[in-house]
């Protein structure tokens, strides 16, 4: 399957990977960069701008892309997600 990437979304991703996240930092969730080339940026669906806190160190996935995270959400869920949908908001102190 290849889809258009536009030069804009292409631009936004670069310098933000690979990011590593330590227990403590917080979160933001944004859409990852395209899997292959000239494809659309993917998005974490209802959780984008969404905040939370890491709780684990990378794990690493079966692809390599963004490693996945243990977190807590501001409702006080636990899951696991993707590192390559993160973005920081805060470092832990």
């Given at each position: 399957?290849?889809?258009?990437?536009?030069?804009?979304?292409?631009?936004?991703?670069?310098?933000?990977?690979?990011?590593k996240y330590?227990?403590?930092?917080?979160?933001?969730?944004?859409?990852?960069?395209?899997?292959?080339?000239?494809?659309?940026?993917?998005s974490p669906?209802?959780l984008v701008?969404?905040?939370?806190?890491?709780?684990?160190?990378?794990?690493?996935?079966?692809?390599?892309?963004?490693?996945?995270?243990?977190?807590?959400?501001?409702?006080?869920?636990?899951?696991?997600?993707?590192?390559?949908?993160?973005?920081?908001?805060?470092?832990?102190?």
């Amino acid at each position: 399957m290849t889809c258009a990437l536009k030069k804009s979304d292409a631009k936004s991703f670069e310098g933000r990977f690979p990011q590593k996240y330590s227990p403590g930092d917080m979160i933001r969730f944004v859409p990852a960069p395209p899997r292959y080339p000239n494809c659309h940026p993917r998005s974490p669906e209802n959780l984008v701008n969404q905040l939370a806190i890491v709780i684990s160190d990378i794990q690493e996935d079966y692809h390599g892309w963004g490693g996945i995270y243990e977190l807590v959400s501001t409702d006080g869920s636990v899951f696991s997600y993707h590192g390559d949908f993160m973005e920081l908001a805060a470092r832990a102190q």
